[in-house]
């Protein structure tokens, strides 16, 4: 079974630019999660889809994230305009729409540093 | 809204000897808890989960997980440290708003 796949994996852009990431969870998974992990820090939730609707965006600063989920599938990322303070490691995550009790799955992350 | 509480940053401990990684946690209703490990560069591994049943939990790589209901506490332990066990590790929990919630991290450093 493929696993969460992430692009790119590194990232670097300088404060003000705009940047967008990408992810295709695992085949199947109707709950897609994005997370930010800021060095020295635990994940910290940005966004929860349910096939292509949102659940949860509560963290997500609005001015300058977006992220979509058109098909329900693959799902972006983008940070338009980016501040230095966005430097983190993005991580993408899916998970079976089968109840509470379902682990999710990790890519391996985007990092990205601002300059 | 549900948290968690990983109070060491960072668990020392020599190869061979038993290690426990400490979690407790807040969720409104039943607490669906789980362990992640992250080594350097790489997403976060699942290592087991807390559903309902036995407080005591068998996971990946020897690790097992001790659920406390009364002292809302997931800790992770491990009866033998190896070296290569070295790594960060996240406490996870999900609540009824299927939102999962991570802890801020422990650093486990098994030295030879």
Redesign the interface.
């Known amino acids: 079974e493929a696993g969460?796949a992430q692009s790119p994996r590194y990232k670097i852009i300088e404060k003000r630019q705009s940047v967008a990431f990408w992810c295709n969870p695992i085949s199947g998974h109707a709950?897609l999660?994005w997370?930010q992990q800021i060095l020295g820090?635990?994940?910290?939730?940005l966004i929860?889809f349910?096939n292509n609707g949102v659940?949860?965006d509560s963290q997500l600063p609005k001015d300058r994230f977006s992220a979509e989920r058109l098909k329900g599938v693959d799902s972006t990322l983008k940070i338009q305009p980016a501040k230095l303070e966005d430097s983190a490691v993005y991580?993408c995550?899916s998970n079976q729409l089968t109840g509470?009790?379902t682990?999710?799955?990790?890519?391996?992350?985007t990092?990205l540093t601002v300059v | 809204a549900q948290s968690v509480a990983?109070p060491e940053d960072q668990v020392n401990v020599a190869e061979g000897n038993p290690l426990t990684v400490k979690c407790t946690y807040s969720v409104s209703g039943n607490p669906?808890l789980?362990w992640?490990v992250q080594y350097p560069?790489?997403?976060?591994?699942?290592l087991l989960?807390y559903?309902t049943g036995d407080n005591l939990v068998k996971g990946s790589y020897g690790f097992e997980a001790e659920f406390n209901k009364s002292q809302t506490s997931f800790h992770l332990k491990k009866p033998s440290a190896l070296v290569s066990d070295s790594a960060l590790y996240?406490c996870a929990v999900?609540?009824?708003?299927?939102?999962?919630?991570?802890?801020?991290?422990t650093r486990l450093l098994v030295s030879p």
């Open positions: 969460v709950t999660y997370y820090q635990g994940p910290k939730l929860q349910q659940v949860d991580l995550a509470l009790n682990e999710a799955f990790f890519g391996q992350g990092r | 990983q669906y789980f992640y560069n790489r997403g976060l591994q699942f989960k559903i996240f999900r609540g009824l708003n299927q939102k999962l919630v991570f802890g801020t991290g």
